[in-house]
DNA sequence: TCGAAGATTGTCT
DNA sequence: GACAATCTTCGAG
């Protein structure tokens, strides 16, 4: 296992570390037991001037993760029952991150199809940020925890060559559509969409 | 204190 | 392809 990426690495432009992290191995710890994936999509989102960024609405409670250290964990609950994990880029006061969308699963296969009994096959297992967050175990507790020491870490994988890098817009979003910065690793089978397929 | 919306997923048609 | 499930967050009253 490679170490884990340093806070240096995450305190760049955040479309830079949404690409770069592209390959990167994330890991999860628990008292079950270890699951791990490589990261196969993600998405910036660029701070309050990006009205599809939770830190549109201003410093509350909720945002002031993403205020904090480059290279902190933000896990958010949205529509009642899903969990999506962040990575925390720039620095102070530039409240920006990264969401991790889809995962190929590594170790840990059988607890991740565990906890995702609704899973039909590997590829099912992590290709959606809330599905990959089941799958690993990603709860708030993490909220808050840095990436680089803390049950829930990402190391460095592989290096995508910048040919099979596609970039196209957010998903799931309702404002700032149309802005590219939805990042996917090509050649991969296990993104939430097929790359070249609309939302 | 109340109401509306949400960085999704799974099921049904 | 459409829609329900489900509850936190935040702004308005």
Same mark, same amino acid.
């Given at each position: 296992?490679?170490?884990?990426?340093?806070?240096?690495?995450?305190?760049?432009?955040?479309?830079?570390?949404?690409?770069?992290?592209?390959?990167?191995?994330?890991?999860?710890?628990?008292?079950?037991?270890? /699951?791990? #994936? $490589?990261?196969?999509? !993600? *998405?910036?989102?660029? &701070? @309050?001037?990006?009205? =599809?960024?939770?830190? /549109?609405? #201003? $410093?509350?409670?909720? !945002? *002031?993760?993403?205020? &904090? @250290?480059?290279?902190? =964990?933000?896990?958010?609950?949205?529509?009642?029952?899903?969990?999506?994990?962040?990575?925390?880029?720039?620095?102070?006061?530039?409240?920006?991150?990264?969401?991790?969308?889809?995962?190929?699963?590594?170790?840990?296969?059988?607890?991740?199809?565990?906890?995702?009994?609704?899973?039909?096959?590997?590829?099912?297992?992590?290709?959606?940020?809330?599905?990959?967050?089941?799958?690993?175990?990603?709860?708030?507790?993490?909220?808050?925890?840095?990436?680089?020491?803390?049950?829930?870490?990402?190391?460095?994988?592989?290096?995508?060559?910048?040919?099979?890098?596609?970039?196209?817009?957010?998903?799931?979003?309702?404002?700032?559509?149309?802005?590219?910065?939805?990042?996917?690793?090509?050649?991969?089978?296990?993104?939430?969409?097929?790359?070249?397929?609309?939302?």
């Amino acid at each position: 296992m490679c170490a884990a990426l340093a806070a240096s690495f995450y305190d760049r432009r955040t479309e830079r570390v949404a690409r770069d992290l592209l390959g990167a191995i994330l890991r999860c710890e628990t008292p079950e037991g270890v /699951a791990s #994936g $490589r990261i196969v999509e !993600t *998405e910036a989102y660029l &701070g @309050e001037h990006d009205a =599809a960024c939770h830190a /549109a609405a #201003g $410093r509350t409670a909720r !945002t *002031e993760v993403l205020y &904090g @250290e480059p290279g902190t =964990a933000y896990v958010y609950f949205t529509y009642g029952m899903h969990w999506c994990a962040n990575a925390v880029t720039r620095r102070a006061g530039l409240p920006s991150a990264v969401l991790i969308r889809a995962l190929e699963p590594l170790d840990g296969v059988e607890l991740m199809a565990r906890r995702r009994p609704k899973a039909r096959d590997r590829r099912d297992l992590a290709n959606g940020p809330a599905k990959l967050s089941a799958a690993l175990g990603i709860t708030g507790e993490l909220n808050g925890l840095p990436l680089r020491r803390s049950r829930l870490t990402i190391h460095r994988g592989l290096t995508i060559p910048a040919r099979e890098i596609g970039v196209t817009p957010r998903i799931g979003i309702t404002s700032a559509t149309d802005w590219p910065l939805r990042f996917v690793w090509t050649e991969s089978d296990f993104l939430s969409r097929r790359y070249g397929v609309g939302r």
